[in-house]
């Protein structure tokens, strides 16, 4: 069983639980699923907008502890005072440390879209994702059906939810709906979570034009960012990069400030 075959069967017993101890109707009568989404596609097509998704992340399954020590609250403040356009917050805590709390808190930390980053596979997740906060949710095609993947983004457009569809090779393409707001272009391999930085470039003109397309993993530096917004990215998920720092929102605000940097001279010249 590889890597992402264990996620998947921790995660139906966890689904399975949940459904028990937080049934579908008590997550509908939340205070956080009564409110509005904030929109993670109009946030990154501001004028001002870099595209950075910030992700808060404590342990990923191949590098082991990132970072357990940071404080989260601090962290996701100090991401949206760098002018992130987003946070991603990890809720799978078997393989990351994560858990739905911490989106709930990020919520009530931040006005600015949040992405829940998990392992969906059931629609019940869906409806959690909005008690919990989220804004917008991810979908990962390598182990949804297109059907699943129709069905899912339509459940989560008719609660105001926006939906990353996550690719990692060509054939997955064609699982694409026409109702998805964003694909993602995942440069990890999910059963091995080795990264190849050439495989975002390799997939975004196989992508129809009318997507909005945002870049994941392996992203370190500014030359990487304006390299893949070339190739027609809007958006760039980092996480890792961030969090392995001691400061994660100072690295943040570094990589931010540098491509404004860069912006500004590039504008002046011209």
Known sequence: MNLLDKIISVKQKEVSKNR???????????????RKPLSLVRSIEEKSSVGIIAEFKRK?????????????????????????SGISIL???????????NLTKTRSIVSI???????????YQIIESKSIGSDVILLIAEILSKKKIKDFTSLAKSIDLEVIIEIHCEK???????NSDIIGINNRNLRNFLVDFKNCSKLVSKVPKNYMKIAESGITDVESILHLRKKGFKGF????????????????????????????????EI
């Open 237 to 268: 998920l980092i996480g890792e990069n961030f969090m392995k720092d001691k400061d994660p929102g100072k690295s943040c605000r570094n990589m931010i400030q540098a491509l404004k940097s860069y912006e500004n001279k590039n504008h002046n």
């Open 91 to 101: 809720t799978d805590y078997s393989f990351f440390y994560g858990k739905n709390e």
């Open 113 to 123: 879209p949040l992405l829940r980053k998990d392992f969906i596979i059931d629609e």
């Open 172 to 178: 997955e393409i064609e699982k694409l709906t026409e």
């Open 60 to 84: 990923s399954p191949s590098k082991g502890i990132i970072n357990d020590t940071v404080s989260m609250e601090k962290v996701v403040k100090d991401y949206e005072e760098a002018g992130v």
């Open 20 to 34: 028990i101890q937080y049934p579908i109707q008590k997550l509908e009568n939340s205070i956080l699923f009564n």
